[in-house]
């Protein structure tokens, strides 16, 4: 296990370095860049567009500009924003919290009614249950996020005004956790609903493979009921593909859901990319492509050793 951890951070180090790479390059050649917003100033000078130049490390040739960025990426400086002016870690740790808190808690509701969903589909498989859940996953799948979160919106914020149709809190209003629960449930329903639908097909399509195998209908024999053999023999090793799926979007804990974050107007990393890509501003782009990048291969990883866990035929040797 050890040797294959160690094996596996070292072959992650140069794949970071070479994704951070690519992403900077690609920056660099998009239309516009850093001094567009000056180019078009009649009373910025030629000798002010070279200063500024200068100022941002852009008179240095693409790959020393990479290496100066990288450099202080690693000692903590990540840069300040061509807009705001501020450092982009201060901005990224102000606005983490915040997507935390929505896609944690979505993540958590995803998996409660996925779960439960996925089980029972796949061993009451062609009942009523089952072609009822088939049927609104399907549905879930194939509607597009930003429409599912406009008819909320349209529904519970215009026409009846249960809830708010967008932010975080009451501005005004003094903190407490039914005002912030009141403006988590739109988002969170709308994350939801196309996670918990995304799971709840790969749970029920593994499981159904599993209860076939000749140990679970051994289990059976042996006299165990059903919740015993679903739970300790079939589940873990049905799991497998679907901690794969959500290895791959743990990542969205932190890099935010763009759509969903825009729509409803959560001030959290996702909306916080949209607002740097409509600026150029490429600091931010920058510092949250190389983190959503890195959790991405650090949950991979995760990933790979619960497998382990779940499976103990996995070997790492």
Known sequence: MGRYLTRRVLQAVPLLLLITLITYMLMRATPGGPLSMYEGDPSVTPEDLARLRVQLGLADPPPVQYVKWLGNFLRGDWGWSLVTKRPVLEMVAERLPNTLLLMSVAFVVSLLVAIPVGVVSAIRQYSFFDYAATT??????????????????????????????GGMFTIGAPFSVEDRLRYLVLPVVTLALFDATHYARYLRSSLLDVIRQDYVRTAYAKGLRERGVVSQHAFKNAAIPLVTVIALDLPQLFSGALITETIFAWPGMGRLFWEATLRVDYPVLMGIFTVAASLVVVFNLLADLLYAWLDPRIKFS
């Open 136 to 165: 609104l996953a399907f549905i879930g799948n194939s509607l597009p996020t930003f429409w599912i979160g406009l008819m909320l919106i349209m529904v519970f914020a215009v026409r009846l005004r249960w809830l708010p149709a």
